[in-house]
């Protein structure tokens, strides 16, 4: 089958991106913009898309799913070329520093890390240490539910003779720089990242400590 998406002499990656869902009018997935475009890396691709939701020239229909808005029609007609690559505004403005902030940036700074090593890397000097635990164990298992954080089999050697280990968590899928952060309902994980929504299964989870 003939690939007739937009190459590089098409335009910038947003001109590229909305030209393709303009043309297309249904929605199109990540996965499916991502082989129509080979000339664009994924993490362009998905920062694009951001823009353009921002812009309110497409709108998510879906966690990874996007569709050409009517105000998104109309800039394309009218020939839209991706202007300075300046910083977004809305969902993806400066991160506050939380705790769970600076877990998100051990996990993507160690890959493989234990609790312990997280919170010791994350917390502040003046955070309470259960509090610490608790926050950190629930965004854990946040992740965890997610499928953006793996725990291990094998676990690290404890230093107290009775310790049966720590559990050692794996960053199986890193979202970008900003922290993804669960929402009030807990069935789901925000990435600010790409806008997308991620549902987090509890139900391998139900039976486990805190992560």
């Known amino acids: 089958m003939k690939n007739t998406s937009p190459n590089k002499e098409a335009g910038g990656a ?7 869902l303009a043309d297309r009018g249904a929605p199109m997935t990540l996965d499916e913009l991502d082989a129509q475009l080979p000339n664009l890396k994924r993490k362009k691709i998905t920062s694009s898309i951001c823009r353009h939701v921002t812009n309110g ?34 969902e993806r403005k400066p991160q506050r520093s939380t705790l769970r902030s600076r877990v998100w940036k051990a996990l993507r700074l160690k890959k493989r890390a234990t609790l312990g090593e997280l919170i010791a890397y994350a917390a502040l ?27 291990l089999v094998r676990r690290e050697p404890g230093t ?16 970008g720089p900003l922290a993804p952060y669960l929402r009030r309902n807990g069935t789901t994980l925000y990435n600010p990242n790409t806008g997308e929504e991620i549902d987090i299964d509890v139900t391998p989870l139900a039976r486990g400590g805190a992560a």
Not at 14 to 20: F, H, W
Not at 125 to 148: C, F, I, K, M, P
Not at 161 to 175: F, I, R
């Open 14 to 20: 947003q001109t590229q991106i909305l030209a393709l």
């Open 125 to 151: 000097e003046d955070t309470d240490d259960q509090n610490a635990l608790r926050n950190a164990s629930r965004y854990v298992r946040g992740l965890r539910g997610a499928g953006v954080v793996k725990k």
């Open 160 to 175: 107290a003779p009775t310790s049966n280990g720590h559990h050692v968590y794996l960053l199986v899928t890193d979202l």
């Open 57 to 90: 020239h497409v709108v998510r229909k879906k966690a990874g799913c996007y569709q050409v808005t009517a105000k998104g029609k109309d800039a394309h007609k009218r020939g839209y070329t991706s202007g300075p690559q300046g910083p977004l505004t809305g």
